[in-house]
């Protein structure tokens, strides 16, 4: 989703006086900089108006560990890639992927020609190789999340206006809208050097909002789960908002549910849950003009339906016939996405952030130990375990407070009456635990080379001076930062199921030559190279970072991928490999096991459009009689050689 139009909560005051965070995280960093190797570098430390700001060393002529001519900073109607490297579109919204589905006609779109093509607006994408548990890099099946349509450039004549509820809407007008969105399951190969869909697969298939899933863990079955569709409060329909997601050691997919609040109907107030509702989000907006048609949407109708949203979903892709499970052990609150990591005794690992304003970052470590020898055993894998939040201290440390019930505040007195009503509410239970409020966490992902975790907290513009912490010290965050969290232990043995982590900033975003925006990028990032508000992040084979961006273009600057160094002596140094077009966010990154393709979802191409009267561009197609189509990009070097160098 785009700028603006998340929660407008504002932030809760956590603390009663005010350290002095700025100065707490300079010292900090410059204490990092002589542990990084910097010691007799002059660390170049000076105060901005707006908090922070930290250069750090340095180190003429730092050796990145990435090897490509970075792109000139460009934004206009179409994408760029840098030099020698191919960005061609793999798969549009509309293309056909299930047997016999229609052509893409946008003029006659329907639920029905929706249901067998691609989706709207990609995001999160996983290439998952085949067969299963193979490393082939030029087969396999690419998993995407479609988040969300966008109905004010994507009908031709309709000129609503975006982001508002829609009463010009029809009712097959709305069921093609929720037939777009959700997750797009397609078969590709790479056939003498290109990648192609494989139409018609078995494997192809479409989630939406239509699709019947199960609920499993503490929540399912719970009172506050149950409709009158469905009283015993286990098969909930649809998923929504996929934003990121992730992929299970076992080859399942975890589709995240983000902001369905944006598109529920009613009056908080007029239900006895007004407290969770107004937690949430839930102001009654109906964006999509959802209630309007469908009662299970208006709240004060059907209280229980939202409660069914914002859950963490697995299914298996490589089983075209598997139910979808909403795994709500993982706890309900606004999944940006789900990464997962093995404990050095060999249970799952599950990270995932709270994208919203002042909200908070997951963590889920299952009861058992994966079993990597038999797929099948891990099918409830994700329905025992512990929900942990997260608190971080000024010692560079931090800490995971379990949510569980009878546990601390989390007791019926407090109004938890038991586990399912702590993963129902996990925002409420992380509130009573005193986690830490961050600004905005998207993407959480695990490097699987060092095994240390990054976070990506996309901005924050109501952080203010009496609710800053240590770990988002800028007022008016605007530009976004990225933590890095080190688990105990080195590499493959670190320990991601601890009690305790240390932390760190790798980079504060934001335009080094405006100081005033308190950047901290590498001092050789060049004018093309820097970015701010990151969001999907991804980690080459290699262990190096790629970024995506998303909010750069209310900026009148492209929205893109960069690469970040993380280690030695150009750690923070950042440089652009490709630019969106017009309106885009820069989503999805993922690579082939082998590291020589990399997939990239550009989304919401043309957002900026007022109206489809006047679209800010028609990508990819730049066809008169097509609107922009949010679509998949494949990445290769034309020598094809590996991403990056
Ligand atoms: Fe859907 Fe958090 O971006
Ligand atoms: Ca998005
Ligand atoms: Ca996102
Ligand atoms: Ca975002």
């Known amino acids: 989703m785009t700028n603006g139009s998340k929660s407008n909560r504002q932030g809760r005051s956590e603390l009663t006086s005010q350290p002095d965070f700025a100065n707490i995280l300079k010292a900090r960093l410059s204490r990092r900089a002589i ?10 430390v000076a105060m901005g ?3 922070s700001v930290f250069s750090p060393p340095a180190s003429a002529g730092a050796a990145s560990a990435f090897d490509f001519e970075e ?17 061609e579109i793999l798969l549009r919204w509309g293309d056909p992927i299930i047997a016999g589905a229609s052509d893409f006609d946008p003029d006659n779109q329907s639920r029905q020609t929706q249901s067998g093509q691609f989706g709207y607006n990609c995001d999160f994408t996983a290439f998952l190789p085949l067969p299963f548990g193979s490393d082939n890099s030029e087969h396999g099946l690419l998993c995407v999340n479609n988040e969300y349509p966008d109905p004010h450039i994507s009908i031709p004549g309709w000129v609503g206006e975006a ?3 829609s009463p010009d809407l029809t009712a097959e007008q709305v069921d093609t809208l929720m037939a777009a969105t959700g997750h797009s399951v397609v078969e590709i190969e790479k056939i003498d050097g290109e990648w192609r869909v494989v139409a018609d697969s078995e494997y192809n298939r479409r989630l939406d909002l239509f699709t019947e899933m199960a609920m499993s863990g503490p929540a399912a079955g719970h009172d506050l789960v149950k409709t009158s569709e469905d009283p015993s409060g286990t098969r909930p329909v649809g998923t929504h908002t996929n934003c990121s997601g992730g992929v299970t050691p076992w080859g399942t997919i975890l589709t995240c549910e983000e902001w369905a609040y944006y598109d529920f109907g009613g009056d908080p107030a007029k239900t006895d849950q007004e407290e969770s509702l107004t937690r949430y989000g839930y102001d009654g907006h109906d964006g999509l003009s959802l209630a309007r048609y469908h009662p299970r949407f208006n709240f004060e109708q059907e209280p229980n339906e939202t409660n ?18 909403k795994r709500s052990a993982l706890g309900r609150f606004g999944h940006e996405g789900a990464q997962t990591a093995v404990s050095s005794d060999g249970r799952l690992v599950v990270y995932s952030g709270d994208d919203a304003r002042f909200e908070y970052l997951f963590r889920f470590v299952s009861r058992d130990k994966i079993d990597m020898n038999d797929r099948a055993a891990n099918k409830d894998l994700l329905d025992h375990g512990v929900l942990s939040v997260a608190k971080f201290d000024e010692d560079g440390t931090m800490s995971w407070l379990p949510l569980v019930h009878g546990e601390g505040p989390l007791t019926p007195e407090n109004g938890f009456a038991d586990q399912g009503e702590v993963v129902i509410n996990a925002r409420l239970a992380a509130d009573a635990l005193g986690a830490t409020t961050m600004d905005r966490p998207e993407d959480f992902e695990v490097n699987p080379v060092t095994g240390r975790v990054y ?6 513009k109501k952080r203010r001076a009496d609710n800053l912490n240590v770990v988002n010290t800028r007022e008016e965050n605007r530009q976004g930062h990225l933590v890095e969290l080190i688990p105990p232990g080195d590499g493959p043995a670190v320990d991601h199921a601890a009690d305790r982590f240390g932390w760190d900033i790798l980079v504060l975003c934001g335009d080094p030559s405006k100081p005033e925006q308190g950047a901290s990028f590498h001092p050789e990032t060049s004018a093309n190279g820097w970015f701010s508000t990151p969001d999907n992040i991804a980690f080459d084979p290699q262990g190096r970072l790629w970024i995506g961006t998303d909010g750069m273009n209310s900026l009148d600057l492209a929205d893109g991928l960069f690469a970040v160094d993380l280690d030695g002596p150009a750690r923070g140094k950042a440089q652009a490999f490709y630019a969106c077009p017009a309106g885009a966010e820069c989503t999805g990154p993922s690579f082939t096991p082998d590291g020589r393709t990399l997939f990239i979802a550009v989304q919401h191409p043309g957002e900026d459009s007022e109206t489809y009267d006047s679209l800010t561009t028609r990508w990819p197609d730049f066809d008169a009689g097509l609107p922009p189509r949010p679509s998949v990009v494949v990445v290769t070097r034309e020598d094809g050689g590996v991403v990056g160098g």
């Open 35 to 44: 542990l990084h190797g910097a010691a007799g570098t002059s660390a170049a």
């Open 49 to 51: 108006t707006a908090g």
């Open 71 to 87: 792109i000139e900073r460009i934004y206009d109607e179409t994408h760029h890639v840098a030099s020698g490297y191919r960005a």
């Open 163 to 165: 982001w508002a509820s």
């Open 308 to 325: 069914r949203f914002h859950w963490v979903v697995e299914f298996d892709p490589y089983d075209p016939q598997s139910v979808p499970v």
């Open 455 to 460: 976070v990506v907290l996309t901005k924050n």
